[in-house]
């Protein structure tokens, strides 16, 4: 068998792993069955943007689940379990949420690369701080990568907001939902983490960091693309602006 690099153990967590690898296979088939006819190129868009981010999700969880996307790193005299894989789905399927929100907003290519730009910033820090093996350069690393999200969060309610009030009403009020749950729910993501096993204070259990993630996860990409692709009317709206 190909042994993967630095294995670590997968412990009784994995049951939330392995919902998430379901949770995020199901999103992906019912995207797929609701793209399906889509005939037009701007809504097509967002479907495939959207079928990327779940099948990312649910190969990245079932590496996770199956104990190729996790690895050991030391720190100090404690072995932490770390779940690398989750930067790799991260790196990937964050600026692809980041998309979906700029093409809804109809932003321009500034203002998407630099939101991609602060997103792939702020997940390439959050995996150093990950792995590295003294409290304070992890603390430090999640510091950065913590003033990224919200130099993002910033971009998102500041210039994207103005770009969405000039789209139709409808586009504009489907802008305004995704947006707060984007802010509610990416916030959420640096507070398990120093709380979890990663900000080695010890608060919350791998067990429970787990379920968490997987809960924000499954919120963040399914719950994000069933409220975006729900509506064809407003989709349609993007299609053809006024
Ligand atoms: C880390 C740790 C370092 C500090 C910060 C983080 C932020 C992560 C975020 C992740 C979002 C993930 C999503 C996944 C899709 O479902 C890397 C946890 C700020 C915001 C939305």
């Known amino acids: 068998a190909l042994a993967p690099p630095m294995a670590a153990t997968v412990g009784p967590e994995s049951i939330w792993l392995w919902i998430g690898t379901i949770g995020m296979t199901l999103g992906t ?3 797929v069955g609701r793209g399906r006819g889509v ?5 097509q868009e967002f479907y495939i943007i959207t079928i990327f981010i779940t099948t990312i999700a649910a190969a990245m969880y079932f590496a996770m689940a199956t104990g190729f996307g996790v690895t050991e790193v030391m720190v100090g005299d404690e072995a932490l379990t770390i779940y690398w894989a989750r930067y790799a789905d991260w790196l990937f399927t964050t600026p692809l949420l980041l998309l979906d929100l700029s093409l809804l907003a109809g932003a321009n290519r500034n203002t998407i690369a630099t939101l991609i730009g ?11 701080a ?3 093996s003294t409290p304070g350069t992890r603390i430090a690393w999640w510091a950065i990568s913590t003033g990224a999200l919200l130099a993002l969060l910033y971009v998102l309610v500041g210039t994207l907001s103005e770009n969405a009030r000039n789209r139709a009403p409808e586009v504009a009020s489907l ?3 995704l947006r707060n749950l984007v802010i509610a729910l990416w ?4 507070v398990v983490w120093i709380l979890g096993t990663e900000g080695t204070f ?3 259990p791998l067990y429970w960091e787990t379920a968490a993630f997987m809960v924000l996860d499954l919120s963040a990409k399914v719950g994000f693309g069933v409220i975006l692709l729900q509506s064809r009317s407003v989709l349609e ?4 602006p006024t």
Not at 119 to 124: E, K, Q, S
Not at 187 to 190: I, M
């Open 175 to 177: 802008f305004g939902r």
């Open 130 to 132: 990950a792995l590295s």
């Open 39 to 43: 005939r037009d190129r701007k809504m």
């Open 237 to 240: 709206r993007v299609a053809t």
């Open 29 to 31: 088939l019912y995207f």
């Open 118 to 128: 602060l997103d792939v910033f702020m997940i390439g820090t959050g995996a150093i």
């Open 187 to 190: 916030f959420l993501y640096p």
């Open 202 to 204: 010890g608060i919350l």
